[in-house]
């Protein structure tokens, strides 16, 4: 058979079903759903940052966070020594948060509908850079106006051990393996518990470099 053979039944090859991980009752792993998205958002994302750069925000207790912020859509999120909060513009540059791109936007809601999760709008992208070491501390979201709309993360770059905890801080948590390229979604009854992020181990990612980017889509208002 000719390599020209090959390649035509190579084309014709079902597409594979995502790879799907239930981690809770209403949440679940895709595994490299936002691969095929990859080189459109990647674009988007260099708009975003260069409109509202990353930069590190300190918490209301005083402590800079290790993680580096930016945020696109109508409502970012924010905080300093007053508090958490959802804002219209970046304080850093007064100006209005960047447009959530089309690419964004479409991509959350077809991982969200993948989920279970009919119709999710997110208004509000939040975008996460870790460097190695930068970790987030175990936590709620609980600066959104309703618990309705489920959240949906997209992780590339490098890796993450994800803590997906319970509904008090003490509780056990599950160590979650997060790879570039995976979603997940969380809801439901899941929506309020605790999570976190472990320290980012050294490496190279070859498409990212030395650092792990997450998109947190959520419906703030
Ligand atoms: C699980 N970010 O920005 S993904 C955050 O990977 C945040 O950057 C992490 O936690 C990151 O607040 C985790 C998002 C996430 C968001 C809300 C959740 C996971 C969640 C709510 C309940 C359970
Ligand atoms: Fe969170």
Same mark, same amino acid.
């Given at each position: 058979?000719?390599?020209?053979?090959?390649?035509?039944?190579a084309?014709?090859?079902?597409?594979?079903?995502?790879?799907?991980?239930?981690?809770?009752?209403?949440?679940?792993?895709?595994? +490299? %759903? !936002?691969?095929?998205?990859? #080189?459109?958002? =990647? &674009?988007?994302?260099?708009?975003?940052? /260069?409109?509202?750069p990353?930069?590190?925000?300190?918490?209301?207790?005083?402590?800079?966070?290790?993680?580096?912020?930016?945020?696109?859509?109508?409502?970012?999120?924010?905080?300093?020594?007053?508090?958490?909060?959802?804002?219209?513009?970046?304080?850093?540059?007064?100006?209005?948060?960047?447009?959530?791109?089309?690419?964004?936007?479409?991509?959350?809601?077809?991982?969200?509908?993948?989920? +279970? %999760? !009919?119709?999710?709008?997110? #208004?509000?992208? =939040? &975008?996460?850079?870790?460097?190695?070491? /930068?970790?987030?501390?175990?936590?709620?979201?609980?600066?959104?106006?309703?618990?309705?709309?489920?959240?949906?993360?997209?992780?590339?770059?490098?890796?993450?051990?994800?803590?997906?905890?319970?509904?008090?801080?003490?509780?056990?948590?599950?160590?979650?393996?997060?790879f570039?390229?995976?979603?997940?979604?969380?809801?439901?009854?899941?929506?309020?518990?605790y999570?976190?992020?472990?320290?980012?181990?050294?490496?190279?990612?070859?498409r990212?470099?030395?650092?792990?980017?997450?998109?947190?889509?959520?419906t703030?208002?």
């Open positions: 058979m000719s390599p020209i053979t090959l390649d035509l039944f084309d014709t090859e079902p597409e594979q079903p995502p790879k799907r991980l239930q981690i809770g009752e209403q949440s679940c792993v895709l595994r +490299g %759903f !936002a691969l095929p998205w990859l #080189d459109p958002l =990647l &674009i988007a994302l260099e708009a975003i940052l /260069a409109a509202a990353f930069r590190q925000m300190v918490t209301p207790g005083g402590f800079t966070m290790s993680v580096a912020l930016s945020s696109c859509g109508t409502w970012g999120w924010t905080t300093d020594r007053s508090g958490y909060q959802y804002t219209r513009d970046d304080p850093q540059t007064g100006n209005p948060w960047p447009e959530m791109p089309e690419v964004f936007f479409e991509l959350a809601q077809a991982a969200a509908r993948e989920a +279970g %999760f !009919a119709a999710f709008v997110p #208004d509000s992208c =939040l &975008i996460n850079r870790y460097v190695p070491g /930068a970790k987030m501390s175990l936590h709620q979201d609980k600066d959104e106006n309703s618990y309705a709309a489920p959240i949906v993360s997209v992780s590339l770059g490098l890796p993450a051990t994800f803590l997906f905890g319970g509904f008090e801080r003490g509780d056990k948590s599950q160590r979650v393996p997060l570039h390229g995976d979603i997940v979604v969380w809801g439901g009854v899941d929506r309020l518990r999570h976190g992020v472990l320290p980012i181990k050294d490496g190279h990612h070859p990212l470099g030395e650092q792990r980017i997450n998109f947190t889509f959520r703030a208002r």
